[in-house]
Structures are given as structure tokens and as C-alpha cells.
């Protein structure tokens, strides 16, 4: 199993309240991404990462923000936590750009309730 | 529009039965890869099989098959011999080798059910 660890697994806040979930990956693997899954939408990316301090946005990113200061971390930070933000969160990791290469190892999701 | 497009909210099979879950794609890049993962309820995500768009043979593994028809732009999985730990969410993907870092693109999945 590739080695990826999320961080907290589940998690009930409040809304207007910041939250970060952590993926930690032993892999190095350069490529890291944040998706979401919500029932009826599959899983839609919200932010990936490239490389240490390389990130962009995906399709849903409004209301999130990345960091990831090591090739091990990439951070998913709700600034100010909505009732529509909750969900389970994935992040995943791949080696490289390549088609092949970009099958993703997932961690094992993170649910966020938003109270 | 959707680039993956699968059409089974749910699908029931008995056990030792075949069957095909559908899913059809958009691009025009000439270069894609095609995923299937499987999600059973404990929640993890499962990679199952990989089809390259310049692959002429249908990918198989194990029990999977992917039926891959590029002129009609679909790549339907096929368990074969289905069993009761295949009841799951199955989910198909899609990258493309224009599409910026290889990142996935997923269709709102099918529900599948093996009953004995």
C-alpha cells in the first residue's frame, strides 16, 4: 500500500471556523492532490501540487487554500468553514505526468461535518 | 460538459454472474489514460485497472476487463465470476496528456450490488 496518511480521519466544526487537513505521504511522489467527494458528483479536485510551493487551483476551489512546504505535506486549509463544505476529503499522490504515471494513490479520506 | 459519464446509478449481479459497468468519455486529446477504481463502504479508494488511449489490447486484471471502444469513446469494466466483497461504489477516471499535471477526472460512479 503506498504510503499515505490523513489527518484527522473525521472531524465536526462549526461554521465560520478554519480548518487544515493534513496528507503526509512517504512515497516522494512529486504530485499531491486534494479532491472531494460528495454523493452525485463523484470526486472533483479542488487543489493540486507540483512540486514544494507549487500549487494551482482545481475545479472547486473557492473557500480553500494549499500550502505544502515539503515534499511529504500538502495542507488543505477551509478558511472559513461553510455548511457546504461538508464532505469527505481525498487526498492523492502520483509520480509523474505521464498517463500511466498519473494513476493516484489515495489516502483513506477525511470526513469534515460543518455544524 | 461531463468528460466521464456513467450512466448506472446502481447495478445488481448475482454472485458468479458477469457483469458490465458503463462508462463513456470526452476528450479530444489523442493521448488518455482510462482508470476504474473501487470504493467499498469502508471508504478507500482502490485503484482496479488501467487502459492507455494507445493501447491496442483491452487491459485485464484478474477478474477486470476493460472493454475499451475508442471510436465510441467508452471503456465499460467487466467483472467476471462476481463474488460478495465486489459490492461497492465503482468509480471510472480519466487524464489526459494535455490536461495540466495529470490530474484525474472522475464520473459520478455506479453502485453495484452482488447478491447471493
Known amino acids: 500500500d503506498a504510503g499515505i496518511t490523513q489527518s484527522p480521519r473525521h472531524k465536526v466544526t462549526e461554521t465560520g471556523t478554519p480548518v487544515t487537513l493534513r496528507c503526509h505521504q512517504t512515497?516522494?511522489?512529486?504530485?499531491m492532490y486534494w479532491y472531494r467527494q460528495d454523493p452525485g458528483h463523484g470526486l472533483r479536485l479542488i487543489h493540486y501540487?507540483?512540486?514544494?510551493?507549487?500549487?494551482d487551483k482545481g475545479e472547486v476551489s473557492d473557500g480553500y487554500s494549499v500550502s505544502r512546504s515539503k515534499t511529504e505535506d500538502f495542507l488543505l486549509t477551509l478558511e472559513s468553514a461553510t455548511s457546504s463544505q461538508t464532505s469527505v476529503y481525498f487526498c492523492?499522490?502520483?509520480?509523474?505526468?505521464?498517463?500511466?504515471?498519473?494513476?493516484?494513490?489515495f489516502g483513506q479520506g477525511t470526513r469534515l461535518t460543518v455544524v | 460538459a461531463q468528460k466521464i459519464t456513467q450512466t448506472q446509478p446502481g447495478m445488481f449481479v448475482q454472485e458468479k454472474e458477469a457483469v458490465t459497468l458503463d462508462c463513456t468519455y470526452d476528450?479530444?486529446?489523442?493521448?488518455?489514460?482510462l482508470f476504474w477504481y473501487k470504493q467499498p463502504s469502508s471508504g478507500e479508494m482502490i485503484f482496479l485497472i488501467y487502459?492507455?488511449?494507445?493501447?491496442?489490447q483491452n487491459a485485464t486484471e484478474g477478474r477486470y476487463s476493460l472493454n475499451f471502444q475508442k471510436a465510441r469513446k467508452s471503456a465499460n469494466l467487466v467483472i467476471s465470476a462476481s463474488q460478495l466483497g465486489d459490492s461497492a461504489m465503482y468509480f471510472c477516471?480519466?487524464?489526459?496528456?494535455?490536461?495540466?499535471?495529470?490530474?484525474?477526472?472522475f464520473g459520478r460512479g455506479t453502485q453495484l450490488t452482488v447478491w447471493p
Open positions: 501540487s507540483y512540486g514544494v510551493k507549487d500549487t
Open positions: 492523492a499522490i502520483s509520480e509523474g505526468t505521464t498517463v500511466r504515471d498519473t494513476e493516484a494513490f
Open positions: 476528450t479530444s486529446d489523442q493521448s488518455y489514460g
Open positions: 477516471a480519466m487524464n489526459e496528456r494535455g490536461s495540466t499535471l495529470g490530474r484525474l477526472y
Open positions: 487502459q492507455g488511449s494507445y493501447d491496442e
Open positions: 512515497e516522494n511522489h512529486r504530485y
